[in-house]
Nanobody, 115 residues
Framework: QVQLVESGGGLVQPGDSLRLSCAASGSIVSIITMAWYRQAPGKERELVARITPDGKTNYADSVMGRFTISRDNAKNTVDLQMNSLKPDDTAVYYC?????????WGQGTQVTVSS
């Protein structure tokens, strides 16, 4: 299994920006689909963004136009740039690998958006 470590979370005000980063082991970022999920209190985990090995991306409707997923194959990292943050974006954000054997999850990083 690939090891994933998320970083970059924190407490920000509405309208602010954050950049989350996911460091992956095994030089796997360029080979498999990577994704960011999030889970807010009282809510089920939901897909935020996804990127395939050939660079195709998908986003949840709630973050479209505000969030951008990207990867750096040389550094084995996947980032999530989050702009115009809203209180509803408050959640634990998880980096996820998607392989034929199943999904792999990081430990998560807390994002809190509050005035």
């Amino acid at each position: 299994q690939v090891q994933l470590v998320e970083s970059g979370g924190g407490l920000v005000q509405p309208g602010d920006s954050l950049r989350l980063s996911c460091a992956a082991s095994g030089s796997i970022v360029s080979i498999i689909t990577m994704a960011w999920y999030r889970q807010a209190p009282g809510k089920e985990r939901e897909l935020v963004a996804r990127i395939t090995p050939d660079g195709k991306t998908n986003y949840a409707d709630s973050v479209m136009g505000r969030f951008t997923i990207s990867r750096d194959n040389a550094k084995n990292t996947v980032d999530l740039q989050m702009n115009s943050l809203k209180p509803d974006d408050t959640a634990v954000y998880y980096c996820v690998t998607i392989e034929w054997t199943g999904y792999g999850w990081g430990q998560g990083t807390q994002v809190t958006v509050s005035s």
